[in-house]
C-alpha cells in the first residue's frame, strides 16, 4: 500500500506496509502515483513490463518528463522495490491469528483516586469528576488491593505503569503518597519496577507536591487548555473565576524544577478555539518544552464540539503549527508537541502497532470503590464493567472482546495509510460515535492522518537541514 502527499513543498511517498518513507522529486512522485493504480498485487518484485512502457510514455507525453529524467526515475523506484521499500507486501495480517487466545498481561492501571474536583471543566466527561456516579475519594485499602492485582496479574513483565487520575488527585495526596511508598516497597519482593504518573489541574500544587513528584513520579502531566481567554472560558472554578493565574506559574516552576523534561502541558481545544496552534505557541512563549493539545471529547450536541465542517480549518491549523514548529526548531529555540513525535523506525512493538493501547486487556482503569473498566472514559457506563480487585476480572467475555480490537478488526482502519501510527485510534470514541469499539470516530481519524503527515514532513525537513 503506497501514500502519497505534498506538504509544505516536499513530495512524500510513503510504503504503509515496511514504514520506508521517502522525499523525492517530481518525477518519481508522479511515476509511482500511476504504478500504484495499476501495479497487480501479485507481480513484486518486478514491474511488469507492459506497466513499466505504460507509464514511461504518460510521464513523457502527459507530464512532459524527458527522457534521461523517466528512466532514472524508474530504475530509481525499481531499487525501492527490490530493496523492499516499495509497493511491500503487508505481513501483518497474518500475525493477528486470533488474538482471543493471548494470555491477558496487565501492565496498567489508572487509579481514579479522587471522583472529585475543585473546577467545573464545560467539556469534563467525567462530569466535574463524579463519572456520572457519586463523589468519591479512594481510600489506601482500595488502592492496595489495586497495586495489588497489577502485581499478581503482570505475569513476568517487570515494569509496571500506575497513573494517578481523577477529577483531581491532589484532592487525595495522603493516599497517594501512602500508595506510592507501597508500591515501592512491593518492588523488590516481586521483581517490579513501578513507574508512577499523575495528570494535575494544578490549583493544589505546591513546593512540597512538585519536590515528592519530583523524587517518585516519572511523568506528570499538567492541565492547562492555552491563552488565558481560552483556558478560562473552559476551565473555571464552580463559581466562574478562572484558574489560568493560579496555575501557569506554578506549572512553570514546575516545569523548571523538572529540567523541562517528564512532564507535558496538556490542553483541549475545542470549537471556540479552532485557531489552537496559537494555544500551543503560547505555551512554548510561556517557557514550556513538552505539550500536547487534543480535541475535545464531546456530544455533538454540545455547541463547543467540533463538527465535520471544522476540519478544514483545523487541518490547516496542524500545517501552519508544523511550519512554525521547524522554524522554532532549527533557532534554537525548540519545543516538543506530542502528535509530531513520531517513529519512522518501526517502533512499538508489532503486537502494539496493531492493537494500540490495550484498553480492557493490558490497561485498566480502577474507581474509588474498586471497579475495574477498560478505560478511565468508560467508567460510570455499566455495561464496561470488567470485575473489581477483590475478585479481579470476571466480565471475561468483555475483556475478550477488547482483545479482538485490532487494525484488521476495523472496517474503516484496514485500508488505512495511518493504521500502523495510530493502531486502529481510541475504543471509547469509536464507541461513543459509532456505537462499537472496532468502529471509528471518523473526524478523529481525520486529524490523525493530518498529524502523521505533518510528522513525517517535519522529519524530513529536520533532516535536510541537517544533511
Known sequence: MIHQYRNNGYNIVMDVNSGAVHVVEDVVYDAVALLAAEMPENSRPAIPQELRERVEKRLAEEYGYGAQDIADAMSDIQELIDGEQLFTQDIYRDYVVDFKKRKTVVKALCLHIAHDCNLACRYCFAGEGEYHGRRALMSFEVGKKALDFLIANSGSRRHLEVDFFGGEPLMNWDVVKRLVEYGRSQEAEHDKQFRFTLTTNGVLLNDEIMEFCNREMSNVVLSLDGRREVNDRMRPFRKGAGSYDIIVPK???????????????????????????SDVLHFADLGFRQMSVEPVVASPDEPYAIRPEDLP????????LAVEYIKRKKEGRGFNFFHFMIDLNQGPCVAKRLSGCGSGTEYLAVTPWGD????????????FLLGNVDEGITNTELRDEFKLVNVYAKDKCRNCFARFYCS??????????????????????EMQKKRIECAIMIKAALAEDEA
Not at 372 to 383: A, K, R, W
Not at 432 to 438: E, F, K
Open 424 to 445: 486502529g485510534g481510541c475504543a471509547a470514541n469509536a464507541w461513543n460515535y459509532d456505537g462499537s469499539i472496532t468502529g471509528a470516530y471518523e473526524i478523529g481519524c
Open 251 to 277: 506549572f512553570q516552576k514546575f516545569a523548571e524544577s523538572r529540567g523541562q523534561m517528564n512532564y507535558y502541558v496538556r490542553g483541549t481545544f475545542t470549537r471556540n478555539n479552532l485557531d489552537f496552534a
Open 372 to 383: 475495574l473498566y477498560p478505560c478511565h472514559q468508560f467508567v460510570g457506563q455499566e455495561q
Open 313 to 320: 480549518q483545523i487541518l490547516a491549523e496542524y500545517d501552519r
